[in-house]
C-alpha cells in the first residue's frame, strides 16, 4: 500500500499563490506518475498536473499551464505543486495520487489516493 498526505491548502485572494505537498510512504514501485487532481463542488474529478518519478516529464492542464508548477524531491518522499496567479475557478479540493508503471492523465489509471486539502480563491 501506499499513503498519501497532502498539505498546504488555505485561503488566498486572486492572483496569490500557495504551494500544496504530498508526502508518500509505503510501497515503492519501479517506475510510476504521480499526479495532482482537483475536484470542485457539483464536478467531477479533473487532471491538474503530473510527473514522471523516474525522468521528471511534467505535464499540465491547459487551464493551469504556466501558472502552476509540479515537482517532485525524491529524497523526501514528497510532490509539491506551486500554484500562482490563482484564479477564483481554481477552488476546489485537490488531490494527490500515484499510478504505478503509468504516466497518464486519466484519474482512473490512479491507484492511490490522499485524503485531499482545500484550496479556496477569493475574488
Do not use: H
Not at 508548477?69 to 488531490?95: C, F, G, H, W
Not at 504516466?103 to 485531499?116: E, F, K
Amino acid at each position: 500500500q501506499v499513503q498519501l498526505v497532502e498539505s498546504g491548502g488555505g485561503l488566498v485572494q486572486a492572483g496569490g499563490s500557495l504551494r500544496l505537498s504530498c508526502v508518500a510512504s509505503g510501497r515503492t514501485f519501479s517506475s510510476y506518475g504521480m499526479g495532482w487532481f482537483r475536484q470542485a463542488p457539483g464536478k467531477e474529478r479533473e487532471f491538474v498536473a503530473l510527473i514522471s518519478w523516474i525522468d521528471g516529464s511534467t505535464y499540465y492542464a491547459d487551464s493551469v499551464k504556466g501558472r502552476f508548477t509540479i515537482s517532485r524531491d525524491n529524497a523526501k518522499n514528497t510532490l509539491y505543486l506551486q500554484m500562482n496567479s490563482l484564479k477564483p475557478e481554481d477552488t476546489a479540493v485537490y488531490y494527490c495520487a500515484v499510478s504505478p508503471g503509468r504516466v497518464v492523465r486519466s484519474p482512473t489509471a490512479y491507484d492511490y489516493w490522499g485524503q485531499g486539502t482545500q484550496v479556496t480563491v477569493s475574488s
